[in-house]
Every structure is written in structure tokens, then in C-alpha cells.
């Protein structure tokens, strides 16, 4: 089956911890994208990917980092420097050739700061 | 930065039409884009529309485009206690291949 897969579903970090959330996409998408969720809110870029070895900060990329190693896995860190890490954390891709924006998404990880 | 707004929840009967509005900021999109998160889960691609058209019907679901005034809105025919979920509508923000959310409205069936 071809998807977009994220782990762990829930996570529990302590504060002043780096922890990396999981994504791996069997789709054969060149993009790939990270948002944040927070509750009655929309979703916020927080970076994205349109080839391996390539990546851009979207909106709210302070206290985050991406690595895009493989075209398939794009994992993303929540560094310490993250104010307020506590969030539902969305990765989608997406081709990038043609005019649509489709974007496929995964189940989510729920991250929370203890 | 871009602003998709929309309302926060709509509270519908089983079997009844609901209609979901969005107002989108960036005259020039191409596509617009509807999704359905259900609880604790991803989003789902529900339908899109092409910025040259009014209307796509597609099953239960209808959209309709007022490119004038920058409105998107979605209808659901005979709506089920599963569409219950947060319905987001979605633009492309100028010069990257990203989307930019709405708020999301949380649609409440009752039985």
C-alpha cells in the first residue's frame, strides 16, 4: 500500500530535549512538507522539501530542523530552542510537477512537553 | 502573511445539507482545496476546484467558486453522523508549492 507514515503517534519529551519526529512517504513524491497543528487552529508550515538534499524554512521554522538525506524519509527535530514544542505535528507530500497542490498527508504525532 | 478564513463550527441534522464557507486571499490561485480531519488523525483530501470554474459536483460533495469575491464554499448533501470532523479549506500562497490553511470548521452532525 502506497502512504505516508509517521512515528511515534504520541510522544512525551522533557523540556530542554531535542527529539526527532519520524516520516517516511512510499509514494515516490518529490516534496515533502511539515505543519503544526494547535487546537482550533489551522495548520502552519514549518518547512518543506521539493528535492533530496534540499529544504526551505516555512512560516514558523524557529526552534526546528529538517534533514532531507532520502527522497522518501524527511524527519523532523524540535530542538530545545522551541518555546512551546506541545503540538499535533503533520508531514505531507506532494508532486511537484503539474499545477495542483495535492498534498497527501500522514496520521500525525502528538507531541507533548512534560 | 496569507489569512483563509472561516467559521469556527456548524451544527447540522442527520440527513440535512451542510454548507461550509471559506474566504481565500490570493486572487491568483490556481486550485482550492478542501480536507477532512477526523479526530486524533491526518487530513484527507476531500475535492478541489480550478480557479476557471464555478462549480464542481462530485457525489454528495459541491462546491462552488465566487472568484469575485474570493468565496469557496462546500455543501454536503444528506449529511451522515460520519462527516462529522473539521473540514479545512486551502490556497496556495504565492511562489511556493505549500498550502495555507484555514482555520478549519468543526462540523456537528446530531442523529
Known amino acids: 500500500d502506497g502512504g505516508i507514515t509517521q512515528s511515534p503517534k504520541y510522544l512525551f519529551r522533557k523540556e530542554g530535549q531535542n527529539v526527532t519526529l519520524s516520516c517516511e512517504q512510499n509514494?515516490?513524491?518529490?516534496?515533502m512538507y511539515w505543519y503544526r497543528q494547535d487546537p482550533g487552529q489551522g495548520l502552519r508550515l514549518i518547512y518543506y522539501?521539493?528535492?533530496?538534499?534540499?529544504?526551505q524554512k516555512g512560516d514558523i521554522a524557529e526552534g526546528y530542523s529538517v534533514s532531507r538525506e532520502k527522497k522518501e524519509s524527511f524527519p523532523l527535530t524540535v530542538t530545545s530552542a522551541q518555546k512551546n514544542p506541545t503540538a499535533f505535528y503533520l508531514c505531507?507530500?506532494?508532486?511537484?510537477?503539474?499545477?495542483?497542490?495535492?498534498?497527501?498527508f500522514g496520521p500525525g504525532t502528538r507531541l507533548t512537553v512534560l | 502573511g496569507e489569512d483563509v478564513e472561516q467559521s469556527l463550527f456548524l451544527s447540522v441534522r442527520e440527513g440535512d445539507s451542510s454548507v461550509i464557507n471559506c474566504t481565500y486571499t490570493?486572487?491568483?490561485?490556481?486550485?482550492l482545496y478542501w480536507y477532512k480531519q477526523e479526530p486524533g488523525a491526518g487530513l484527507q483530501l476531500l475535492t478541489y476546484?480550478?480557479?476557471?470554474?464555478d462549480m464542481k459536483q462530485d457525489q454528495r460533495l459541491t462546491v462552488l467558486l465566487n472568484k469575485k469575491d474570493k468565496h469557496l464554499s462546500l455543501r454536503i448533501a444528506d449529511t451522515q453522523t460520519g462527516d462529522s470532523a473539521i473540514y479545512f479549506c486551502?490556497?496556495?500562497?504565492?511562489?511556493?508549492?505549500?498550502?495555507?490553511f484555514g482555520s478549519g470548521t468543526r462540523l456537528q452532525v446530531q442523529p
Open positions: 505531507a507530500s506532494s508532486i511537484t510537477s503539474g499545477r495542483t497542490n495535492e498534498q497527501f
Open positions: 490570493d486572487s491568483s490561485s490556481t486550485y
Open positions: 509514494l515516490n513524491h518529490d516534496a
Open positions: 522539501s521539493q528535492i533530496v538534499n534540499d529544504f
Open positions: 476546484i480550478f480557479s476557471n470554474m
Open positions: 486551502a490556497e496556495p500562497p504565492p511562489g511556493r508549492r505549500a498550502l495555507t
